[in-house]
């Protein structure tokens, strides 16, 4: 039988977090300070990485790539977000929704394989810290990241082509602020099972293979500081760690809840999750690694030190 395409939507309506637009002006301020204090802060971050050489390291060196990780993903929502508040008009063409996917995916992908090199990159330096330079060596880094945006731009590739490969031609609008999966299957007029059963699946897989990574490096971590014999030398491991599974468990959790789960579930309290890892987690990573990381303020304090004495 001939297959036909019902594709005929040409573009696409984005609801919004709130039905009442009266809340459109309020929110646009919010999410613009949100927004400015994101760009502020993860190009803070990755300013102070390039040119302070205290920061010339490994980790850093990953928390570099992880604030922009942040800054992109970040602004493929946010000011199409920002402009829809504030203009009342919610329209985003096919093409423009299928590209706000995909780099969607590829960034917020990336970021995930990120979080799993930087948790290796602290057991590497916890457990084996005499040969940790030589370990992580500056190939061995490039290798890791560029592996990281590689394995997120396939990722997106996929999740993308399995959506926008079904046919849209009942309604046109998106229950979402933003073009999203699950929201996309729920309009389709095409039967939807093969693409979610293989969204599923591929968020699983990945989801499981950086959580597992995660766990691994985490149990060796922790049997490491148990056997040092000094409380100062458990504190600062303990403190090079926190950072990072603060990040772990919001990003995680969030990205868990919405992607490793049945499509057809998706609900609209699931806006105000995907809110988390779309604007709040952003926002909070350089803050929370700036705030509990001695040699980043530090750096900053020296940075400013010099600008404002040059």
């Not at 992109?72 to 199409?80: A, F, G, L, M, Q």
């Not at 950072?243 to 995680?252: Q, R």
Request: net charge positive; charged share 10%.
């Amino acid at each position: 039988m001939e297959t036909v395409n019902f594709t005929s939507v040409t573009e696409f309506l984005l609801l919004g977090l709130m039905e009442d637009p009266k809340w459109n002006l309020l929110s646009f301020f919010i999410f613009l300070l949100t927004y400015i204090v994101t760009v502020a802060g993860n190009m803070c971050m990755i300013i102070l990485i390039c040119f302070s050489s205290k920061l010339h390291n490994p980790m850093y060196f990953f928390l570099g790539h992880l604030s922009f990780s942040d800054l992109c993903y970040s602004s493929v929502i946010t000011p199409k977000f920002l402009y829809n508040l504030f203009t009342n008009q919610m329209a985003i063409s096919f093409k423009g929704c299928g590209t706000q996917l995909f780099f969607f995916g590829l960034f917020v992908g990336a970021e995930c394989f990120l979080v799993t090199v930087m948790a290796y990159d602290r057991y590497v330096a916890i457990c084996n810290p005499l040969l940790y330079i030589i370990i992580m060596s500056k190939n061995l880094r490039m290798q890791l990241v560029g592996a990281a945006y590689t394995g997120g731009l396939l990722s997106s590739a996929v999740h993308t082509s399995c959506t926008f490969h079904l046919s849209f031609c009942n309604s046109n609008k998106v229950n979402h602020f933003f073009c999203d999966i699950p929201p996309l299957l729920q309009l389709s007029c095409t039967d939807t099972f093969l693409s979610e059963i293989f969204t599923f699946l591929l968020s699983s897989v990945l989801g499981s293979f950086s959580a597992i990574v995660i766990a691994f490096s985490y149990a060796k971590i922790l049997s490491s500081i148990l056997k040092m014999k000094t409380s100062e030398g458990r504190r600062k491991s303990f403190s090079t760690c926190s950072s990072h599974l603060t990040i772990v468990t919001l990003f995680f959790g969030t990205a868990i809840f919405m992607y490793a789960r049945p499509m057809s579930s998706y609900s609209v309290k699931d806006k105000v999750i995907s809110l988390v890892y779309t604007v709040v987690i952003p926002m909070l990573n350089p803050i929370i690694y700036s705030l509990r990381n001695t040699q980043v303020k530090n750096a900053f304090i020296t940075a400013l030190y010099k600008t404002v004495y040059k």
